[in-house]
């Protein structure tokens, strides 16, 4: 649990074949209200073609000095990496030093897909740390677990965040199920365990846990296609559930989706609030544990009732206008008038 | 799979603010038949308020001495620790040097909660074991898996019981699940991939394998509270399809439900016997794999039949009250003539 | 992923109590089309009675030399060997020696059950490489994941296949559920975190990942018997969900079916062949993610494309008359025409 705010990671193609190259960059930086991401992710990597690369660089170049300082969330560029590849570990290395170098200012950090056993996350690391130390820039890093490699180090990858720049471990799926050979039969591998797994080793190291994309954007029944809004919001709860602080987004839809579902709802908060008051009322009455509403309370319950308070209460600091559209005035103020 | 039994794992709090404040402990400690548990633990943790620990502590030197003696189970304190705070540690290891002095021929070992990585788990043992060396007492110890970094250390610290007084690993899912952030959405996380681990790494070290509390004890429906008696079950046959020894209850009807539930039902019990005579029958003739009532069975197969014969045997020879009441005569007399 | 051809581990006891006691093995090494396994699995171990053993390594003796040339698929036989028995140990090293030395030429490895944590395996390597080396044979070895130690250490022992002999990790659930104590209520524990952990570890070193056994060959409703097809298609789909690379098989139907659902279905081929087609076309305008029928298709979700297209090709290459009867002409020439 950390209360760090990265609901929506959402990936953006940093230049596209379009008239405005920008196009998808420059809707994630202006996105308003729930559709702004926490994190927007400008993408350097499998979102844009080889050869608009120098391009994407140029896009985000261009934009962030202008936009990025009203852009109300962190701003983390995905470069190019791959465990398997010296030539594209170059690229990405040239890519973070001029990121760091010409906007190393507006940018939170940086997003290294690829990445293998614990000694590639180390030298992704390193190339990190040097492009900020040149740049005098404050820039942390993320990984994409998405190779069995990486899989199979996790526990020592995410050991190494705490004491280095690792800020964030997120889950790329498609990847990941083409290394490992799974298939889609009725349904796709949910990847449960992983899913377990990543959010103990983040909690364990104060990390952040992000969820992987949900690629099935539209769905066609009878003729018509339409947003796949339940596909996605089943995907987002799934993760919610485990406590992964966050869904990857691939489109503004998707974004307005997952910063919700990653909010308590009114029901979740008014449980949360009532409890917490009634066990600090039996508390003073020598109580160490005691049944509210048929459930058992005692410290660690309480626990898990001020996360959601917690959760509520950083998205009330950052964003006020989601809390006050979500929840109705009376029972805001009880949450922000608990100790 | 290990035949000591441990099918329950109740605990009470050992000081309530009632007339009687060992109310709970005296009934856990003088139960009869199904309700009995296999281990009761005397709760000085979060069952028990700041303000009652000492109260608690008399409670138990008080009760056991007396009691203990006739209780057919084994009898595990719940002492204070946590990994992230010292003070609380101190309290804790107080705690297990008075009660290893005190009541150290009453008790079977103690239960921490909270601890953290490896070198934690390898504190609280050296607490452990000075206290019993100095108490010339013979007691062991369990810890609670409830932090992430417990988790992540789960193949250590469970190696690590090979060689003390480590003797169980037990699951604590309120406090785990608010360290990770997890979040009931529909239902809540089953941590499937933790109670699998748990289970392995408990049986690749002898140590037992218990699962973590069912705090909903009631439900409400139509105006009307009533006792969870479907929840809890399905909490505990999950538990027992992988392989944990024991279930964590919080109420007498929970260790009622246990203590049935982790024994093999008569069905269970016949299938076992009628496969395991069919087997050594057929075995007689030369045949290494045979197919009984068309399932392939082999020596990998009758283990299983043989594990569903251990337990009830266990059972058998120290509540043969319950055996008898569950199995008729004759196929009891066939399970006790197996070799 | 991997393209070496392992759909199914049909194990075929070396001898049973019948006028010709190499029936099974000698109905395995001449089976035809999709009924042929891809392994074939001669056994030495469980599925052979104790006072057999020495019939059934003369019936493999008989056997490959004659009928080995000819089989389309590898040959594997089971020795016996278990961590917690140095008697059995040493047979298994016999049985070894023995199979270098007299159809070392005709087998492609053995399978070593039962093993323990690394060490142990590194035993089996040893055992294996010194026969391997004194009979001047090229034999690799499997092992059957079946102990809770070896799952405890599952990562070490598939990354010692990085520079050994070893080739494939098996899964042996019916060893593994009596180890762990697990039970059938409602249905058996189905090992989803092992089977994550397999598929991962063995992508991860370049190994093969082979699941387990299904024992209920049949079933019985209403009086009448018959082949359980719907419960053992059921298994098959969860683990090549996950990216096994294989199932074992019991029985001829079994082997039928497996090497079936391991063959990409002629929906996923068509699929998989237009969206290849359609990236490709994509790219070509400069798009590096693109929206194809509802779901975004970039670099990696090509690679799962990719493997569909590559395992096809594959059993094309080995079993031609099975994809001409699963494809029809017009789909396999696409295919088979995608650079």
Redesign the interface.
């Known amino acids: 649990?950390?209360t760090r705010l990265c609901r929506t990671f959402q990936t953006a193609?940093a230049a596209?074949?379009r008239d405005d190259s920008a196009k998808y960059l420059r809707s994630g930086i202006t996105a308003e209200g729930f559709s702004a991401p926490d994190w927007l992710v400008p993408?350097l990597e499998?979102?844009?073609?080889?050869?608009?690369k120098s391009e994407a660089l140029e896009n985000i170049q261009e934009l962030l000095p202008e936009r990025a300082p009203d852009f109300p969330g962190e701003i983390w560029p995905r470069v190019e990496w791959s465990y398997d590849s010296e030539a594209i570990r170059e690229r990405g290395i040239d890519q973070i030093e001029t990121l760091a170098e010409t906007v190393g200012d507006h940018i939170n950090g940086v997003v290294v897909p690829k990445v293998g056993r614990l000694e590639d996350v180390q030298a992704a690391e390193s190339a990190v740390a040097a492009a900020a130390r040149a740049a005098d820039a404050d820039i942390e890093f993320a990984v994409i677990i998405?190779?069995?490699?990486a899989?199979?180090d996790l526990?020592e990858i995410?050991?190494s965040g705490r004491e280095s720049l690792l800020t964030a471990l997120v889950f790329?799926p498609?990847?990941y199920?083409?290394?490992?050979?799974?298939?889609?039969?009725?349904?796709?591998?949910t990847?449960?365990?992983?899913h377990?797994?990543l959010?103990?080793?983040a909690?364990?190291n104060d990390l952040l846990a992000i969820g992987g994309?949900f690629?099935?954007?539209?769905?066609?029944r009878a003729g018509v296609?339409f947003y796949?809004g339940d596909g996605y919001a089943d995907h987002v709860?799934r993760e919610?559930?485990?406590?992964l602080?966050g869904s990857w987004s691939?489109h503004p839809n998707q974004t307005a989706q997952a910063n919700r579902?990653h909010l308590?709802t009114a029901d979740?908060l008014r449980t949360a609030v009532k409890k917490i008051e009634a066990f600090v009322e039996a508390?003073d009455?020598?109580?160490?544990?005691v049944?509210i509403?048929?459930?058992?309370?005692?410290?660690?319950?309480l626990?898990?009732f001020?996360?959601?308070v917690e959760t509520v209460r950083t998205v009330h600091d950052a964003h006020e206008e989601q809390t006050k559209e979500r929840y109705e005035g009376v029972l805001l103020d009880r949450t922000l008038a608990l100790e």
């Open positions: 649990m950390t193609p596209v074949p993408d499998d979102g844009t073609a080889p050869e608009m998405e190779s069995a490699r899989r199979s526990r995410a050991l790329g498609v990847d199920t083409a290394e490992l050979g799974g298939r889609e039969i009725g349904q796709r591998p990847w449960s365990g992983l377990e797994a959010s103990n080793e909690s364990a994309p690629d099935r954007l539209f769905r066609e296609t796949n709860e919610a559930q485990v406590g602080d691939l579902i308590p979740e508390k009455t020598g109580t160490g544990a049944a509403d048929g459930q058992m309370v005692d410290e660690a319950t626990k898990n001020e996360n959601t």
